[in-house]
């Protein structure tokens, strides 16, 4: 069992960054897809960023291309969510996910492990 834990969510303006972190422990996670959702209140689950495993190759839902970048520190057990110029859609409780294999998905089925959220408010 991968235990993940996000920081790093917080409050900010519309047009701003912040930069959320994702820690596991447990077990190491370098060889899963890992993932980012996020849920805005009222909503469901929404699929935002995964990168994969061993090819680091990245996928992102259209409305965060070009603003958001997913990395990940196999040696620091980390994964992060890079988000720029950030907009008042983007509030939300943001989650990452380990999935099941080394290919990232969108689907959060092929997820098996979560973390507890952070929260992200972006301010208009």
């Known amino acids: 069992q991968v235990l993940l834990v996000e920081s790093g969510g917080g409050l900010v303006q519309a047009g701003g960054s912040l930069r959320l972190s994702c820690a596991a422990s447990?077990?190491?996670?370098?060889?899963?897809?890992m993932g980012w959702f996020r849920q805005a209140p009222g909503k469901g689950r929404e699929f935002v960023a995964t990168i994969a495993w061993p090819t680091f190759a990245t996928v992102y839902s259209d409305s965060v291309k070009d603003r958001f970048t997913i990395s990940r520190d196999n040696v620091k057990n980390t994964v992060y969510l890079q988000m720029n110029n950030l907009k008042p859609e983007d509030t939300a409780v943001y989650y990452c996910?380990?999935?099941?294999?080394?290919?990232?998905?969108?689907?959060?089925?092929?997820?098996?492990?979560w973390g507890q959220g952070t929260q992200v408010t972006v301010s208009s």
């Open positions: 996910a380990a999935a099941k294999y080394g290919t990232g998905t969108s689907r959060s089925i092929d997820y098996n492990n």
């Open positions: 447990g077990r190491t996670f370098s060889r899963n897809g």
